[in-house]
């Protein structure tokens, strides 16, 4: 959530950020607007406040000295009844500003580049040359078919379309990338968490995924009960990345400001609709329901957050480069930056049978627009600051399990392992 009174302070350059990610002029003249009006009145009730307190010493005052007080007292009660009305109106003004604020995405930084789509973002570099075959690389679909790696019929069958099955080896490199992932994480670092997969709507609300993207989530049917066995009203959904539950451990949290950075890895399912995809890699395991990612999230002073955003592509960077596969970081434009961010990076994998990159990790910096959702502070000295939080893939199992069957494919379909999956196996 962006703060309000940055938006006030400088609302011309503030709003001038936010259209190179598409929200609409009069949303944001709305917005302004908005929280105007909720300023405008706060102070009209702190002023009432204010006299109501002062009326309220001199009222004493007089008591002791005497002094004719039912004039004062008509007076007192009257400001009382409209300190009544204001807070209601304060209360709704407060209410309609947030509903609308909390639609509206993070700021661009001034390291994200100005565009309109991906085809404006930015090549930083390339790790790696892709492999020269000389053959014709298959697609992982067709290297999966026959090597009886991943069961694409059964995967409708148990569910629908968009659901796969992993078997035999498939299944045992699947693993041993995961293993892989997080062990290479634990040793940058990174403590390794287990989350639950489900989640609830406030933890959602924190890290941006409600109310905008209620559409992408699956949410859990049904009414859900307490340990008493009385019934929950908190809806519950399938999370979409462990960034969710990561990040919200710490929600409502002051801490310790020697406490950071908080370094966290977790190897979790995750699940999308993928609302708005139809027809799109609707061959193979590229874009699915449900996929296994390794995740990393940091929660950082503000003063270390551009460091952890190198460190964590490092170690993103770092597990690619392990495996032997060729990618490159693309610096993500304005319009192509995600809800919470404020600036990514995003790491695409070479695949030779599809013969381009594709996005395997995205790390981005939201600055303090998660923390002051979530209310994830730290101690600075006699004041509670908001944090900054990171998050990144580390990697999207899957599509590096594609990776690793396009480049180290034969030309008689068999498929190589790299020598560090090797010791897993």
């Known amino acids: ?23 609409d002029s009069e949303v944001l003249d709305q917005l302004k607007q908005y929280a105007l009006d909720f300023k405008k009145n706060k102070q009209v009730l702190e002023e009432l406040q204010a006299k109501q307190n002062a009326d309220s010493r001199s009222f004493a005052q007089w008591m002791r000295e005497g002094r004719d007080i039912n004039e004062l007292k008509r007076g007192l009660e009257e400001n009382k009844r409209e300190i009544q009305k204001m807070n209601e109106v304060v209360s709704s003004s407060e209410e309609r500003l947030m509903q609308l604020l909390h639609s509206i ?13 991906e085809s404006d973002n930015v090549e930083i570099k390339r790790v790696m040359e892709p492999r020269v075959f000389g053959f014709k690389p298959k697609e992982h679909w067709e290297l999966a078919q026959q090597n009886g790696w991943i069961d694409f019929e059964g995967g409708v069958k148990l569910a629908k379309s968009r659901f796969s099955v992993l078997r035999g080896e498939g299944a045992r490199i699947h693993r041993a990338l995961i293993n892989f992932m997080l062990d290479y994480n634990e040793k940058r670092g990174f403590e390794i968490v287990s989350t639950p997969v489900i989640t609830n709507a406030s933890c959602l609300f924190g890290t941006g995924q409600l109310p905008k993207f209620e559409d992408d989530m699956f949410k859990i049917a049904g009414k859900t009960e307490e340990s008493d066995g009385s019934e929950c009203g908190n809806e519950l959904y399938l999370i ?9 451990l710490y929600r409502d949290e002051i801490i310790p400001a020697e406490s950071l950075p908080l370094k966290l890895t977790a190897h979790t399912p995750c699940f999308r609709k993928e609302a708005g995809s139809a027809g799109r890699d609707t061959r193979g395991i590229i874009r699915q329901h449900q996929f ?3 995740e990393l999230v940091a929660i950082t002073h503000p003063k270390e957050s551009d460091m952890m955003q190198e460190y964590m592509l490092e170690t993103a960077s770092g597990i690619l480069t392990e495996l032997g596969l060729p990618h490159r970081l693309i610096q993500l434009c ?10 990514t990076v995003d790491i695409e994998v070479w695949l030779p049978g599809q013969n381009t990159y594709r996005e395997i990790s995205s790390v981005s910096n939201t600055r303090d627009f998660q923390a002051r959702r979530a209310k994830i502070r730290f ?3 006699r004041k509670n600051t908001l944090v900054h939080t990171l998050n990144g893939s580390s990697l999207a199992v899957g599509r590096t399990l594609v990776a690793l069957m396009e480049n180290y494919q034969n030309e008689d379909g068999s498929i190589d ?9």
């Open 105 to 117: 995405p993070n700021i661009p930084d001034a390291q994200t580049p100005q565009g309109e789509d």
């Open 292 to 294: 296994d990612k390794v």
């Open 379 to 381: 101690r600075d000295g």
């Open 240 to 248: 979409s990345t462990s960034e969710i539950t990561l990040t919200n």
């Open 1 to 23: 959530m962006i703060d309000v009174k940055l938006l006030l302070n400088d609302f011309d350059e503030i709003t001038a950020r936010l259209r190179v990610k598409k929200v």
């Open 417 to 425: 392992i790299p020598d560090v999956l090797r010791r897993y196996l």
């Open 334 to 343: 304005g319009g192509d930056l995600g809800f919470s961010a404020s600036n």
